[in-house]
């Protein structure tokens, strides 16, 4: 199934909001690459590749656009975000066609399927955070991973599945184990950056999570370490946007040693990660990419 684009004009203005985020397809961004780093494995024809990356792109930026609306966020790469720029309803609309635009350039109902599943662990994943967050509720390790399974993990293993569907090689082999851990690695990163990154820090643009009152790995680290400490949740409950009391905030989690158990989880959670992967096959590329992340993460701190 195609659309039948016979207004090109049309279709460019109501794609604008959706693809107000053109950095996505740089090449050096980072879903980019770890499609290519898992094409190491499966050797997917050229043109298909191509195809694939191309509907990741667009899933990713649909996500990227549509969090930014539920949050508010005000920027995105210190770029105004979507919505703050073509109004919410266009904004919504937009993405909603650009999501699905770029689904029907599949005719592999293999791939809807995906897409489905996908959409639903997503969601899912989001649904439960919005209600710890909405709530005041700190979710224990155990939930947070559950949350970050189906948020997160849906996202990364997008691409892994459908590259699997066109795969030359390991067809049939069970990825779940890997897609899970490596899934886990990447948001814990993120929290983490998010929080604790001289470059964001300086910027005075950091700790989006904590104006959000999201539950991120570090915090949930040290709320529950320190339970008779109300500090940490005092602050979020405010959602406060102050420079300065976000840089006490993230000065707590460091007396509390939430940052380094981080780190430590971060690396467990690497290890973990190529264990994995010498249970499928070996694969320079990912090991390579998870290799480059922690150490940016051991650098990263305020």
Known sequence: MNFDNKNQKDEKMVLQPFHHFNYLRDANHFMTKIWMAYNHWFQVPKDKFKEISTLGIKLEAAIVVM???????????????????YGRSRTIYST???????????DDPKVMDVFIAMGAKLCHGQAVE????????CPTEDEYQKIVFNKT?????????????FATRLKGVNFEPFQER?????????D????????YAELKVFGDDITEGVFTFPMIHG?????????????????TSDYEVKVRFVKLLEEFGSL??????LKKLKSECVEEMKKIAVNPEVEKILDDALNYMEDVVM
């Open 67 to 85: 969090d930014d609306l539920v949050d508010n966020s005000v920027l995105r790469a210190r770029i105004p975000t979507s919505h703050l720029v």
């Open 96 to 106: 909603i066609f650009g999501t699905i635009s770029a689904l029907t350039k599949f």
């Open 130 to 137: 919005m209600y710890f967050a909405k709530n005041g509720i």
């Open 153 to 165: 993990t849906s996202v990364l293993s997008l691409s892994l599945t459908v590259q699997q569907i």
């Open 182 to 190: 490596i899934g886990l690695f990447f948001q814990i990163c993120n």
């Open 192 to 199: 983490y950056i998010s929080l604790g990154s001289r470059k």
């Open 223 to 239: 709320i529950r370490a320190r339970p008779e400490d109300h500090r940490l949740m005092d602050i979020l409950k405010q959602r």
């Open 260 to 265: 380094d158990y981080t780190l430590r989880s």
